[in-house]
């Protein structure tokens, strides 16, 4: 069983950063792929970036590419979502999830991953 822990939301103004982190635990976590999606009120939970157990795949929501940055350290055991330029659009709930068997064409799909973090809200204001 694996356990994520996401931290690092907060209330920022637009242009500003944030650096959110998926802190996990239990199982093999370096072995996970692992990606980020966020749900904003009245909407569907949508995908923003998402990375392969060894980095070799990282793929980016067409609205947020250029200005979020994933990366791992498994080390850490830890995934961080870098994101800058942060815009009103992108207030939500962000969640970060982990699958061990996902295939590469479903890496975007919130349905291909088994283990999810409860969340941390995100705020941008104008």
């Known amino acids: 069983q694996v356990q994520l822990v996401e931290s690092g939301g907060g209330l920022v103004q637009a242009g500003d950063s944030l650096r959110l982190s998926c802190a996990a635990s239990g199982g093999t976590v370096s072995s996970a792929h692992v990606g980020w999606f966020r749900q904003a009120p009245g909407k569907e939970r949508e995908f923003v970036a998402t990375i392969s157990w060894n980095g070799v795949y990282i793929y980016y929501a067409d609205s947020v590419k250029g200005r979020f940055t994933i990366s791992r350290d498994n080390a850490k055991k830890t995934v961080y979502l870098q994101m800058k330029g942060l815009k009103p659009e992108d207030t939500a709930v962000y969640y970060c999830?982990?699958?061990?068997?996902?295939?590469?064409?479903?890496?975007?799909?919130?349905?291909?991953?088994?283990?999810w973090g409860q969340g941390t809200q995100v705020t941008v204001s104008s």
């Open positions: 999830a982990a699958d061990f068997t996902i295939s590469r064409a479903a890496l975007r799909s919130a349905g291909g991953y088994d283990y």
